[in-house]
């Protein structure tokens, strides 16, 4: 790809990116239950993945064989992927006016009755032991796809993400991408004040993995990482981004943001700001 085209591929994502970050705050002007500051941090990297061709999925028919295979394994704060895969056709968009409505399959907390989801996603520290799992059973029938799951920070105080972690070190899982949506909150504060998390580098190079640290929010930074991340180690991006991104005054600077909800008013204050 020519750098013409590669600046061309970013200034898709931002306009994607802007695109999916108000319909997020639209969903949970309508739905006031789901977790808009967790769904707020990880805009950039869904766009990137979905839009920058990162990743092969099929939305006419979401379990197609040869798609690669992304869990989210924080699962409550993916409610901006719903904007995503309705504007990919995975399902209408008029879809997103019935979040958390009575006979709508798009809930607070998503699950595989969702087009283009693949696990439940409820529990915490699940999300990587059956990344792991899937990744094992593609490299046994000796299959190209690749395995993506998605963790937050706060998640990896749950101990079953380390067994999981020795496990993919075991069986050399080169397909196996982890991305860390790392920011730095958790459900009732800072995350470093709950289990401090200093050194994950150096943490998760213990287990023979390939990581790289970057702006999370750096829709460039993310494109050339996911595009070129290349190793026969299992891979992992740990992403630095802002908890509530685009809420700075409500959301950004607050350690309860992930229980935090936006009035009407402030939503529209927010919106008109982002345009």
């Not at 990919?88 to 989801?117: Q, R, T, W």
């Not at 994950?200 to 929010?217: P, T, Y």
């Not at 026969?232 to 991006?237: A, C, S, Y």
Request: with cysteine; net charge neutral; aromatic share 8%.
């Amino acid at each position: 790809m020519t750098k013409q085209n590669v600046k061309d591929t970013i200034s898709f994502l931002q306009e994607k990116a802007l695109w999916v970050r108000i319909q997020t705050f639209l969903i949970h002007r309508r739905a006031i239950e789901t977790r808009v500051a967790s769904s707020l941090s990880n805009v950039e990297i869904f766009t990137t993945l979905y839009y920058g061709n990162i990743l092969k999925f099929n939305p006419k028919n979401p379990s197609d064989d040869t798609r690669d295979r992304f869990i989210i394994s924080k699962g409550h704060g993916s409610v901006s992927m719903y904007p995503i895969l309705a504007d990919l056709g995975f399902f209408p968009m008029a879809e997103l006016e019935n979040v958390c409505k009575e006979g709508s399959f798009l809930g607070g907390i998503p699950d595989p009755i969702i087009p283009g989801y693949e696990t439940v996603n409820g529990s915490l520290g699940h999300g990587l032991g059956v990344a792991c799992g899937v990744a094992v059973g593609l490299k046994v029938k000796k299959k190209p796809q690749k395995v993506y799951v998605m963790l937050g920070d706060g998640e990896l105080n749950e101990g079953a993400n380390w067994e999981a972690m020795m496990f993919a070190d075991h069986h050399k899982l080169d397909n196996l991408t982890i991305i860390i949506d790392n920011n730095k909150v958790s459900m009732l504060d800072y995350s470093k004040n709950i289990l401090d998390l200093e050194s994950l580098i150096r943490k998760l190079e213990a287990f023979n993995f390939h990581v790289v640290s970057i702006d999370g929010h750096n829709l460039e930074e993310l494109y050339n990482t996911l595009t070129t991340l290349q190793s026969p180690k299992t891979k992992v991006i740990i992403a630095n981004t802002i908890k509530g991104k685009g809420a700075p005054i409500q959301l950004e600077t607050n350690p309860l943001s992930h229980i935090t909800s936006l009035k009407p008013n402030e939503i529209d204050a927010i919106i008109e700001n982002l345009k």
